[in-house]
């Protein structure tokens, strides 16, 4: 069997997609880093995309791949439906832009409100960024308190107020019991750091703790119920129940992020949970492709938005469009599409799980088993991720970059830091390709491991990458 190393995949990634890499080129010289995304990097550069159609996207170097990116999660009909599409077409010729609303965006809010029982009211943003930041507004509005409870290797935006230890150094970040608060980035001001209280995932104990102690300044605790940029995380059930009783006594706002997890249930991940917030903050699907983050919850908490407590405006809030292709994506996002979406995702993790656990490999499919998967290979076969943390430990960054790049040599288009989205636009056929070719990349890898090819010192980044 064909042993296959780091090497051998960036280089075969690197003749394949030479044109990518050229644009990559010309782009820099007018846009800092080539894309004001870094997140677009797939290891030595990003692969440009001429257009998507359906389950697929074609890039400029001429290859058709299976998306499994999605934008990070947003395109779950895939490319191109028709129901966004038209309601776009529709909508474009009576004006794009007015400063007057439309009823659109409370229609997109009603579907959002029957929907999820915790969600009485939403107000719209751009992005899930400002929406976190809206939620955290409205927090501390309530409450009268200044600090943030958030976790370490949660991702709520790039905001100042929250872009904190979600990709923290490890050398830097203190001990699991109480991590050290740093900044994801230069240019966050010390203030803000010092308002964030970090927290460790699954640590029944410890965060109870953590959070009694701080209770009289903590506004709110921000949650990710399965992480997605810092590290496929799943929270246990006992956890989430813990975080839901003790800020309900405490006083404490609880929000779920639940910007990439609304692809879990018709009721979101927090209707698989059973456990409500007080806000949840939404994103990605909630478009249909278009830029749109939304934040819902009590009205006891929204109405401070009504009544002047406080003040949240932006030009483009709720864009008509937005809204419009919002509303079309997620009608067609009804029970069915849920049922077919998270069987080809259990089927993704049961028979790849089954299939290494049964030849003693270390490759492992992550996450609750719904749309939005993590696959990873670990340092041995019996690693199990249970914090932000045990990425670092557990999490063999080569091998996962090795597999990142040779989907994408074999026609597959995944997330680079290894996740993996899937659209409806995919069919039974799709998802066997997929299984196969990750078994068969797989297996190369561990061939070239018994013949002694991997090389020493192999780029390790696809742990440490930055956020979305
Ligand atoms: C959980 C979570 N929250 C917030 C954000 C920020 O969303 P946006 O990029 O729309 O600002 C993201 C982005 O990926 C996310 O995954």
């Excluded at 993590?374 to 045990?390: I, L």
């Amino acid at each position: 069997m064909a042993g296959l190393t780091l090497k051998q995949a960036q280089q075969t990634f690197t003749e394949k997609f030479s044109r990518s890499r050229s644009m990559a080129d010309v782009s820099r010289e007018s846009v800092p880093g080539g894309y004001s995304r870094n997140s677009f990097n797939f290891g030595p550069h990003a692969v440009f995309v001429s257009r998507g159609d359906g389950a697929y996207i074609e890039t400029v170097d001429g290859h058709r791949l299976l998306d499994l990116n999605n934008n990070y999660t947003v395109n779950v009909l895939g490319h191109h439906h028709p129901a966004v599409t038209n309601a776009l077409l529709e909508a474009i010729p009576e004006g794009v832009s007015f400063g007057n609303p439309g009823t659109h965006e409370a229609d997109l809010a009603r579907l959002l409100i029957e929907r999820i029982p915790s969600v009485k009211k939403v107000q719209f943003s751009c992005s899930a960024t400002e929406s976190c930041m809206t939620a955290v507004r409205l927090a501390r509005a309530h409450t009268g308190r200044t600090r943030i409870a958030k976790f370490e290797g949660g991702y709520h935006g790039f905001s100042d107020v929250l872009q904190v230890s979600a990709h923290p150094a490890p050398d830097a970040a203190g001990s699991a019991a109480d991590p050290v608060a740093l900044p994801d980035s230069g240019g966050i001001p010390s203030h803000d750091v010092d308002n964030i209280v970090v927290l460790t995932q699954n640590d029944l104990a410890g965060t109870e703790r953590i959070l009694r102690a701080h209770a009289e300044d903590l506004s709110c605790v921000i949650v990710e119920l399965q992480s997605g940029a810092g590290g496929m995380v799943v929270l246990d059930q006992e956890f989430v129940q813990m975080l839901r009783d003790v800020t309900r006594e405490l006083g404490i706002v609880l929000i779920f992020d639940e910007t990439i997890s609304l692809r879990a249930s018709i009721n979101g991940l927090q209707g698989l949970y059973g456990i409500s917030p007080d806000l949840t903050v939404m994103g990605k699907v909630i478009g249909g492709g278009l830029p749109l983050g939304a934040v819902g919850g009590a009205a006891s908490i929204m109405n401070a938005l009504q009544d002047g407590r406080v003040s949240i405006s932006g030009t483009h809030h709720g864009h008509k469009l937005s809204v419009i292709a919002g509303t079309a994506c997620m009608t067609e996002l009804d029970e069915a599409a849920f049922t077919r979406l998270n069987g080809f995702a259990r089927r993704i993790a049961d028979e790849l799980n089954t299939w290494s656990q049964a030849r003693n490999s270390p490759f492992r499919i992550h996450g609750r088993g719904f749309s939005h998967l993590g696959y990873a290979y670990m340092a041995t076969p019996g690693d199990v991720v249970r914090t932000h943390r045990d990425y670092w430990r557990v999490v063999d960054g080569e091998r996962t970059q090795t597999i990142s790049l040779e989907l994408a040599n074999r026609g597959y288009f995944p997330v680079h830091r290894g996740e993996m989205s899937l659209s409806l636009a995919m069919t039974d056929e799709d998802i066997t390709g997929l299984i196969e070719t990750l078994k068969s990349i797989v297996s190369d890898i561990e061939a070239a491991e018994s013949n002694g090819e991997r090389e020493a010192g192999g780029a390790a980044d696809s742990v440490a990458e930055p956020a979305l």
